[in-house]
C-alpha cells in the first residue's frame, strides 16, 4: 500500500513564501518503481486541477509548468521519500489546494497518477 501525505499548507501574505512537503509511506511488498516521479498539482475554488511540477527520487531536474517557472522550487530527498514545493512571491492567484501526486514515470504523471494525497490548502491574502 502507497500513501502519499501532504505538509506546510497555511495561510500566507501576499509575496510572501511557504514551503509544502509530501512524504511517501510504501508497505513493505510496495514497488518503488511505481511512485519514482513525484510532483504537485494544484486547485484554486472553481478552477480545474492544474499541474505545478515535479521530479525524479534519485535525482535529475525538475519538470515545471507555466505557472510554476521561476517562482516555485521542487527538490527531493530519496532516502526519506520526500518532494518538497517551494513557493516565493505568492500571490492570490496561488490560493487553492495543493496535492502531491506520484506515478513511474513523468508521462504517467501528466496522464495521470497512479497515487495521490488528500491535500494541504495554501491561501494568499493581500
Known amino acids: 500500500q502507497v500513501q502519499l501525505m501532504e505538509s506546510g499548507g497555511g495561510s500566507v501574505q501576499a509575496g510572501g513564501s511557504i514551503r509544502l512537503s509530501c512524504v511517501v509511506s510504501a508497505s513493505g511488498s510496495a514497488d518503488s518503481s511505481n511512485f519514482a516521479f513525484m510532483g504537485w498539482f494544484r486547485q484554486a475554488p472553481g478552477k480545474e486541477r492544474e499541474k505545478v511540477g515535479g521530479?525524479?527520487?534519485?535525482?535529475?531536474?525538475?519538470y515545471y509548468y507555466d505557472s510554476a517557472k521561476g517562482r516555485f522550487t521542487i527538490s527531493e530527498d530519496n532516502t526519506k521519500k520526500t518532494v518538497t514545493l517551494e513557493m516565493k512571491s505568492l500571490s492570490a492567484g496561488d490560493t487553492a489546494m495543493y496535492f502531491c501526486a506520484a506515478g513511474p514515470t513523468l508521462l504517467d504523471w501528466i496522464r495521470g497518477p497512479s497515487y495521490w494525497g488528500r491535500g494541504t490548502q495554501v491561501t494568499v491574502s493581500s
Open positions: 521530479i525524479y527520487f534519485g535525482g535529475g531536474s525538475p
